[in-house]
């Protein structure tokens, strides 16, 4: 079966830019998460989508992160204005059901210069 | 501090044993995890445990949990420079949200 795919792999902006990254799950998955990955350290919850419903957004940065998921499938993420520490990797991952394990894409590797 | 505690660094020579140590806060934790991230890629489940469970054991991989310490720990048997890698330990909370480690980065030596 597919893995969860993300596109760009790699982006280089300079700050006050904008940007937005996609993300396709695994087939069937209900449930999606956006995570940034800072230098150094694990993962963190950005967002959580329950079908085209949030979940959590309760780490998202709102003056200048969104995201959506429209049609409960693919969803993006999007930086508006990028900041210096916005470089990170945004990892997106996805899992049939919230309880279930999470199974995670290549992710974006964002560089704001 | 953070709900996840991990050492950061280990160098292991080839075809040696590797053991990776995490700590953790959430007794009511079910689950733990162990993820591998190879330079460049995203994260890849390795294994998980139960927390009803003392050991796993999944060909060269053994996971050890001591709930009564919140102590978890990966053992990687026979380890190949294809185990140069960031392995990330990560609780799951009543929520079912997930919390890592900040990640150790084992790095084989032939």
């Known amino acids: 079966e597919a893995g969860v795919a993300q596109s760009p792999r790699y982006k280089i902006i300079e700050k006050r830019q904008s940007v937005a990254f996609w993300c396709n799950p695994i087939s069937g998955h209900a449930t999606l998460y956006w995570y940034q990955q800072i230098l150094g350290q694990g993962p963190k919850l950005l967002i959580q989508f329950q079908n085209n419903g949030v979940v959590d957004d309760s780490q998202l940065p709102k003056d200048r992160f969104s995201a959506e998921r429209l049609k409960g499938v693919d969803s993006t993420l999007k930086i508006q204005p990028a900041k210096l520490e916005d470089s990170a990797v945004y990892l997106c991952?996805?899992?049939?059901?919230?309880?279930?394990?999470?199974?995670f894409g290549p992710g974006t590797r964002l560089l704001v210069l | 501090g953070e709900d996840v505690e991990q050492s950061l660094f280990l160098s292991v020579r080839e075809g040696d044993s590797s053991v990776i140590n995490c700590t953790y806060t959430d007794s009511s934790s079910t689950y733990l995890y162990w993820y591998k991230q190879e330079p460049g890629a995203g994260l890849q489940l390795l294994t998980y445990i139960f927390s009803n469970m003392d050991m796993k054991q999944d060909q060269r991989l053994t996971v050890l949990l001591n709930k009564k310490d919140k102590h978890l720990s990966l053992r990687i048997a026979d380890t190949q420079t294809g185990d140069s890698a960031i392995y990330f330990c990560a609780e799951i909370h009543n929520d079912y949200k997930l919390s890592f480690g900040a990640g150790t980065t084992v790095t084989v030596r032939a």
């Open positions: 991952a996805s899992s049939f059901s919230i309880e279930e394990t999470q199974y």
